[in-house]
């Protein structure tokens, strides 16, 4: 069977501040918006590298919600079961760059109409359909969507499909209730893919990060250590495999390691060779970062050829 990857979570836009600076306190000049949210930028690169991807999400009756729907139909996302609510907005996230690096966020999503999402019979069904499930913490952070994340991870995994998790960790996520939907979807893991420091957060008691990658290896689960810049670590048993970086211009970091993510998935759920698929998510990461918008620097596989092959060629 071919499979067939479903991403559940938020569907945003982003509205991005020209200057550099700290917060919002006074008026700046924006641009934007582009299409976000982690889960749709995630779902838009899988679908460009040949995977059959849906989504599930809700998006207001507005511009931010068409312009994210045109976005993903274009990539070959099957948004069938993105619900359209007649009265909440299409979330909104606003960023800002701070001069010494790092980024101030506002976010509008609980309140919006993915946060409000409801059960619906395309829902049911992208789950039937589905052989992997892929979760972004950040979706664990809406109670709606992390009940419909939590359901659909275990009658995937109960049919024999698969998980991958990224943790994508938010500090209102840290409460008792947000370690406890960690936990649920942690225990359901195929395939993980931590920033550095996160997998420390899902183990307790670990003394390291070393410690704590260990013990889920240990789980049978398969782990990929995102480290930005510097590349990636593949732990898979015994086995570890070093990705250096590339070094490219920066010009927007947001939305690298939902792409990373996605490349990642697309070779692993074919059974490629792990050292490929973490060149060619490291590849698509440095891509996505020389474009402004967390979409923008999207790669399809001939793209990602293309500019290993300039790299060999250095």
């Known amino acids: 069977m071919a499979p067939r990857v479903l991403v559940i979570g938020e569907i945003l836009v982003e509205i991005m501040a020209t200057t550099r600076g700290h917060g919002f306190a006074g008026p700046i000049d924006l641009r934007g918006p ?14 460009r590298q040949g995977i059959a991807t849906a989504m599930v999400s809700a998006v207001g009756d507005d511009d931010f919600g068409r312009l994210n729907l045109a976005r993903l139909r274009a990539a070959g996302v099957d948004v069938t079961a993105v619900q359209i609510h007649p009265t909440a907005t299409t979330g909104t996230a606003f960023v800002r760059y701070r001069p010494e690096g790092g980024r101030d966020f506002v976010f509008h999503l609980a309140d919006a109409a993915c946060g409000r999402i409801e059960p619906a019979a395309a829902s049911a069904a992208e789950v039937a ?37 990224d943790p994508n960790l938010r500090p209102e996520m840290l409460d008792a209730a947000g370690h406890a939907r960690l ?4 225990e359901l893991t195929a395939l993980l893919l931590p920033s550095e420091g996160e997998a420390l957060a899902l183990v307790p008691g670990a003394p390291d990060e070393d410690a704590a990658i260990a013990a889920l290896t240990r789980r049978g689960i398969e782990v990929v250590l995102k ?18 970086g590339f070094a490219v211009h920066e010009i927007d970091p947001t939305g690298a390691g939902d792409t990373f993510g996605a490349t990642f998935l697309a070779g692993w759920i074919t059974g490629a060779d792990p050292a490929a698929s973490l060149r060619a998510a490291c590849a698509a990461g440095a891509l996505c970062v020389m474009a402004a918008g967390p979409m923008e620097g999207a790669s399809d596989p001939a793209r990602i050829r293309a500019f290993l092959a300039e790299r060999e060629a250095c």
């Open 34 to 47: 582009y299409p976000s949210g982690a889960p749709a930028i995630f779902a838009d690169q899988l679908a």
């Open 227 to 244: 480290r930005g810049r510097d590349g990636a670590t593949w732990f898979g048993g015994d086995r570890r495999i070093e990705q250096p």
């Open 129 to 165: 359909r589905a052989t992997h499930l892929h979760v972004m913490g950040s979706a664990l952070g809406a109670p709606r969507l992390a009940q419909m994340i939590l359901e659909a991870a275990r009658h995937i995994h109960a049919a024999g499909g698969t998980v991958s998790f």
């Open 183 to 186: 936990a649920g979807v942690l």
